[in-house]
């Protein structure tokens, strides 16, 4: 194959999700087309070089390396035939950009001999040698220039540059706010962008690739309606939409008066008309600075500093129960001295207390409220878990009815044990073919309002508790379900379990579904006369409305709502953080004055008085991460998942055993309004994801990819067990009946994606010579299995109903889970039954059972019963059916744990 037709082949524009990875593969492909023009020679590789660059050259106008002039410098050597100097130019480029080494030292196009370490990766460099390096942004200027203009603004700030400096900084200048826009999306290095009054409007560049990104650039007017004195403020205004942890600074000669009234987003600094780059160097070191610094983390690293006698807890603070012991020593060598030295139980010397934070731990979590756009935010160590029960039992009082979604973490339903709520749980739609749930849609949740408001309990329904986004991926729409049932009870509070969503705030589509991001732009839209008026029209319309007027209509939020709302999030699972570090987010317009004091009891219950501080650090380092490179963190996340998608729908024996289980596949179609059924489809390519994130009641979490294996003849857990991780070294965690659930993270790898394909690739082709060399038997035999998993799969029940014993009141579903949980303490009030066909036969003639703990097969993996709830014949049908070999609260020696009638008589009468 040649290399025109190689090339065509791999780089089409259709095939990738991303720019980042269509210009890793442009210069790679460019580089292979250089070497081979150089041994050829031939007019028609020149062309094919040609080609590559004019296709990189509408990339390459946004990042600062390898810059314009040396693009230029390229083509130049190409255009007089200097091929041998071409090739040596573009694999210089090519490694620079794959190792990293443009970060840490300029780049000579042709090498000398005091260029030795060219190839050397940032990835192989101890982490002690990278520590010592200054770390390495751009920076983008926007204004339309000429040649000899822009190298000026280059060189001026390149110029106030100063051994001292923190970090180094190239520049790259694009024209208008278009490429502003674009820029701040393609050029993931950027991290502070200058305004100049000069910039233009519309980009020039015209390719598909960049098409792709014109709808991300996010709400607000109509860039062509636009008057030229607005393009600065405007584009202030989007990129801190688009990317809101960037840095912006607007250049402008318009008057103070003026400027003061405008919106500027997230602008840092104004400086008017003037060219004082040094003020302008300094701000843009300053305001990454800001960003970097690490209170606690860093005052940690200065303590194991300090000489200390320890006369306290803690015989490993400092090592020293390690270092004189004779038998441990393998311990110190495996974990190295630091994390002794910073091991520690004190609070004074420069640390701070978890409990009562005053001073690094302060600071910390005020840079994580900013990073996550909350108000508050507090630290847990002890997992997401505890930090569900600490805001259930500061917000909850005993009697309090929550609307809960049944399929949530266990953790939530302990919760209302704990704070005595009365518990009405809502059902999510059920995804039978998969064995698996979806979530809760925005009519089931106002149906259970409707129906308390009814009751006239409405005064007494103080919480709605639901996952964001649910352990298989589908995602809410957050500002709409607060929407419309702050339009029932205005004063609900939301908690939100975004155990899994932790990343989502560093991407500019997923981040509208987030909790906080929501809380905020609701928080702005209830202070507006355009929202007042709307409601005021609404209410007239719906006037006198019944039910279901109210059931199938968006519902508006009264203007004096109150928006409280608060996400709990696994820093742990999706950023970089040590297991179990965690965090609360809040955003409560009554915080302050109704909910903090009891936060901070609820809080001290909770929380370890000996917290680990690596955990905490740990925590303050991730906040660093992802606000200086989430974004491009996570790009390369989603990047991977898109690359296994793409992988699984075209390879032909892929297709064979497995299936990709789609958002078409896993939300309803009435849920999908934008019609988007697949992030990928093989004829049409890569869908418009920022349509249906804005739109759709649900959508699909696009880092998880489940995969149906039932016509591989193993089921889910088999798979998980002994297949990809006995046999091939690959670690899942969730899995159902018949399919498995593969979760890319921030640290995938391209060659981790490749390697899973592989392993794929190559169970395929073992099951192919396995059913070649299978005999009829066999055959059929396989084939029992297959039809077992894809068509014989038990309907999933919804929740039945709590007993009447454990109603909080007749009349209403609400139940008291606390009284059935604690009655179950005294074994003379349970009694055991086994699950078999004289128990189905015993529930279908009308006796009643009650379950007396919490029942959690895995798979699923959520309570299928909870204490006081009737066990109905749908789910004792579908306990019989399962084939898992872990269930939670069954014991297979007895059977499920009931209560006696006798107890739950005694319960009516008491």
């Known amino acids: 194959m040649t290399a025109r037709a190689n090339s065509q082949n791999r780089h089409n524009i259709a095939d990738y999700y991303s720019a980042s990875q269509l210009r890793a593969d442009r210069w790679s492909a460019l580089r292979e087309a250089a070497e081979t023009l150089d041994r050829s020679g031939s007019e028609g590789d020149r062309e094919e070089a040609r080609a590559l660059l004019r296709a990189l050259a509408p990339i390459e106008m946004y990042f600062a390396f390898p810059g314009g002039s040396a693009f230029d410098y390229l083509r130049r050597l190409l255009d007089h035939g200097n091929f041998a100097d071409f090739s040596t130019a573009v694999r210089r480029v090519s490694r620079a950009l794959t190792s990293g080494a443009f970060r840490r030292r300029s780049i000579q196009l042709i090498a000398d001999e005091t260029d030795g370490d ?110 030229p004195s607005e393009y600065g403020p405007e584009t202030c205004r989007r990129i801190g939409k688009l990317r809101p942890e960037l840095d912006s600074y607007l250049i402008t000669d318009r008057s103070a008066e003026d400027i003061a009234g405008l919106d500027l987003g ?64 393998d311990m110190g060598a495996f974990y190295g001295s630091n994390i002794f030295m910073a091991e520690t139980s004190a609070t004074s010397g420069g640390l701070d207390s978890l409990l009562e934070p005053r001073g690094p731990i302060k600071e910390a979590q005020e840079a994580a409220a900013r990073a996550f756009g909350s108000k508050q935010t507090f630290f847990a160590t002890n997992g997401t878990s505890t930090c569900n029960k600490i805001v259930v039992q500061a917000l909850v009082r005993p009697g309090d009815i929550v609307l809960i979604d049944r399929d949530c973490h266990k953790s939530h339903h302990y919760g209302m044990v704990l704070a005595g709520a009365s518990v009405v749980y809502m059902d999510s739609y059920p995804l039978n073919d998969y064995s698996m749930y979806g979530a809760v849609p925005i009519r089931e949740i106002k149906h259970k309002l409707l129906t308390l408001r009814a009751e006239g309990k409405l005064d007494q329904v103080r919480m709605v508790l639901l996952t964001n986004c649910t352990f298989d991926g589908i995602v809410y729409n957050v500002q709409r379900v607060m929407e419309e049932c702050l339009a029932i009870k205005k004063d609900l509070v939301f908690l939100w379990d975004e155990a899994w969503f932790g990343y989502a705030r560093f991407a500019p589509n997923t981040r509208v579904r987030t909790a906080m991001r929501s809380a905020n732009r609701l928080r702005d839209q209830l202070r507006t006369t355009e929202h007042a008026d709307a409601y005021a029209a609404q209410q007239a319309d719906l006037q006198d409305a019944d039910d279901d007027t109210l059931l199938s209509t968006r519902l508006i939020a009264p203007p004096d709502a109150r928006v409280r709302v608060y996400a709990t ?77 793409r992988a699984v729908t075209t390879h032909p024996l892929l297709k064979k055993y497995f299936k990709l289980v789609t958002a078409g596949d896993m939300i309803p179609e009435q849920y999908r309004e934008s019609g988007m059924t697949s992030y990928f489809d093989p004829e049409q390519g890569w869908a418009d994801v920022w349509d249906c994130w804005a739109r759709d009641e649900f959508v699909l979490d696009a880092t998880r990819i489940t995969l149906h294996v039932g016509a591989t003849g193993w089921d889910g857990d088999t798979f998980k067990t002994k297949i990809l991780m006995d046999k091939y070294g690959i670690q899942i965690n969730k899995t159902s009946r018949n399919t498995v659930l593969f979760m890319t993270n921030i640290g995938t790898t391209r060659s981790s994606v490749a390697y899973l394909i592989e392993v794929l690739v190559e169970i395929a082709k073992e099951l192919d010579e396995l059913m070649d060399d299978a005999s009829r038997m066999e055959k ?131």
């Open 118 to 227: 060219e190839f050397e990766d940032e990835a192989t460099q101890s982490h002690e040698a990278r520590a010592l390096g200054r770390p390495y942004f751009e920076v983008m200027i926007v204004d339309t220039v000429t040649e000899h203009q822009e190298k000026f603004l280059k060189s001026s700030l390149q110029k106030m540059r100063r051994s001292e400096d923190q970090f180094i900084y190239e520049t790259v200048v694009v024209p208008s706010v278009e490429d502003a826009l674009i820029g701040v999306l393609f050029n993931q290095n950027v991290q502070a962008v200058i305004v100049r009054p000069g910039l233009g409007l519309k980009s020039k560049n015209e390719t598909s690739v960049l098409r792709r990104y014109v709808s991300l650039y996010g709400e607000g007017a109509d860039l062509d309606a636009l008057a």
């Open 266 to 329: 997230l602008c840092r600094r104004v400086f008017y008309n003037q060219e004082d780059f040094l003020e302008l160097h300094l701000n843009i070191l300053r305001g990454l600075q800001r960003r970097y610094k690490t209170p606690f983390f860093t005052a940690l690293k200065e303590y194991s500093k300090q000489p200390t006698g320890v006369f306290h807890a803690m015989p490993i603070s400092r090592g020293k129960s390690i270092s004189r012991s004779h038998w441990i020593q």
């Open 569 to 645: 999030q696994s820093t742990h699972k999706t950023l970089t953080a040590l297991r179990q570090g965690s965090m609360i987010h809040v955003n409560d317009q009554q915080f302050k004055g109704a909910v903090e004091e009891a936060f901070h009891e609820a809080y001290m219950t909770h929380t370890s008085t000996s917290p680990n501080y690596q955990i905490i650090a740990s925590l303050d380092v991730g906040r660093r991460q992802v606000e200086i490179e989430g974004y491009e963190f996570v790009q390369r996340q989603v990047e991977s998942a898109m690359a296994i998608r």
């Open 780 to 910: 059929l035999a396989f084939d029992k299995r297959v039809r077992n998993l894809s068509e014989h799969v038990p309907p999933l029940p919804d929740f039945s109903r709590f007993h009447d014993a454990f109603r909080c009141e007749q009349g209403t579903e609400a139940g008291d889970i606390r009284s059935a949980f604690f009655l179950s303490y005294d074994e003379d009030n349970c009694d055991y039954v086994e699950p078999d066909q004289d128990m189905l036969a015993r529930l279908k003639a009308g006796e009643e059972m009650v379950s007396a703990s919490f029942v959690i097969p895995y798979p699923p993996g959520f309570p299928i019963l909870v204490p006081g709830q009737v066990i109905s014949p749908e789910i004792l049908t579908f306990m019989q059916e399962l084939d898992v070999s872990e269930i939670h609260g069954f014991r297979a020696d007895l059977g499920l744990r009931i209560f006696t009638t006798d107890a739950l008589a005694s319960v009516k009468t008491a």
